[in-house]
Nanobody, 117 residues
Framework: QVQLVESGGGLVQAGGSLRLSCAAS????????MGWYRQAPGKEREFVAR????????AYADSVKGRFTISKDNARSTVYLQMNSLLPEDAAIYYC??????????WGNGTLVTVSS
């Protein structure tokens, strides 16, 4: 089992920045990658960014490219999402996701990001 705890959400004005953190605990030794998804009211959960835990390669949704940066701290088993130039459409609950080499996927409880226009 892997437990994921997100933090860093909050209220920010459009154009502002937030940094989300996700701390993993438990059986993290078999982690293949971690990432962030988001879900806005009335919409489906969508992919935001991911990072491979060993090599560090990253991928982003087109909607956040150039504005968001995902990074990791292996020693702390923590993944970060730096969000800059936030737009009202970025408002959502952001969920941390972890997948291990066995294909098991884990989710955090989410952190709310609100962007005022």
């Amino acid at each position: 089992q892997v437990q994921l705890v997100e933090s860093g959400g909050g209220l920010v004005q459009a154009g502002g920045s937030l940094r989300l953190s996700c701390a993993a605990s438990g059986r993290t030794f078999s982690t293949y990658g971690m990432g962030w998804y988001r879900q806005a009211p009335g919409k489906e959960r969508e992919f935001v960014a991911r990072i491979d835990w060993s090599g560090g390669s990253v991928a982003y949704a087109d909607s956040v490219k150039g504005r968001f940066t995902i990074s990791k701290d292996n020693a702390r088993s923590t993944v970060y999402l730096q969000m800059n130039s936030l737009l009202p459409e970025d408002a959502a609950i952001y969920y941390c996701n972890c997948i291990n080499y066995g294909g098991m996927r884990y989710w955090g409880n989410g952190t709310l990001v609100t962007v005022s226009s």
